[in-house]
T-cell receptor, first 115, second 115 residues
Framework: RKEVEQDPGPFNVPEGATVAFNCTYS??????FFWYRQDCRKEPKLLMS???SGNEDGRFTAQLNRASQYISLLIRDSKLSDSATYLC????????????????FGSGTQLTVLP | DAGVTQSPTHLIKTRGQQVTLRCSPI?????VSWYQQVLGQGPQFIFQ???????GRGNFPDRFSARQFPNYSSELNVNALLLGDSALYLC??????????????FGEGSWLTVV
């Protein structure tokens, strides 16, 4: 079983649609969680961190359910520019740990927003 | 301010050769991590260096090695190249552990093709 599992998609949605991505992780000791965005042939870029209380950044909402080891990302009012691969990322270590920043990535979910 | 810089951006090697990839972190960042991203997959953690010491190693063979220099730049070496080593190699830089949060910045990567 992969440490971080995502539906690979592709998700093809019309502009203005709401789309949700899900992710599960296997390491119950995981401490920090993120969504990264990766454009074609570019480097991953942090989209948002994910907290148990849920967090929102404009059209993007992320949720974490530690009991179910489940992370979600909701994109409302999709734009053409949202087309990318969305990577679910887990770190087993606390931000303040004195050691490694070793991220475990899912394989990514590909989103295409259609005009 | 310069971001994470990697070189070379693209290279082609033949099986059995050796390759050295280079990374300069963001000024002031002391941690450098290396990731391998095979087409269609998420990045996989290879190494992390902090203050010139190896702080973590992923599940990669001994053909992969790295080091960090006094100026915090880093090199990733891969010996005896295999076709399966063809990938995007990403360098990630992060700051002091409790400063600037948990944001990790990726360079644009080095595209390695082994033929």
């Amino acid at each position: 079983r992969k440490e971080v599992e995502q539906d690979p998609g592709p998700f093809n949605v019309p502009e203005g649609a709401t789309v949700a991505f899900n992710c599960t992780y296997s390491n119950s000791a995981s401490q920090s969680f993120f969504w990264y965005r990766q454009d074609c042939r570019k480097e991953p870029k942090l989209l948002m961190s994910v907290y148990s209380s849920g967090n929102e950044d404009g059209r993007f909402t992320a949720q974490l359910n530690r009991a179910s080891q489940y992370i979600s990302l909701l994109i409302r009012d999709s734009k053409l520019s949202d087309s990318a691969t969305y990577l679910c990322v887990v770190n087993p270590l606390l931000f303040s740990s004195g050691s490694a920043r070793q991220l475990t990535f899912g394989s990514g979910t590909q989103l295409t927003v259609l005009p | 301010d310069a971001g994470v810089t990697q070189s070379p951006t693209h290279l082609i090697k033949t099986r059995g050769q050796q390759v050295t990839l280079r990374c300069s972190p963001i000024s002031g960042h002391k941690s450098v991590s290396w990731y391998q991203q095979v087409l269609g997959q998420g990045p996989q953690f290879i190494f992390q260096y902090y203050e010139k010491e190896e702080r973590g190693r992923g599940n990669f063979p001994d053909r992969f090695s790295a080091r960090q220099f006094p100026n915090y730049s880093s090199e990733l070496n891969v010996n005896a190249l295999l076709l399966g080593d063809s990938a995007l190699y990403l360098c990630a830089s992060s700051g002091l552990l409790n400063l600037g949060g948990n944001t990790i910045y990726f360079g644009e990567g080095s595209w390695l093709t082994v033929v």
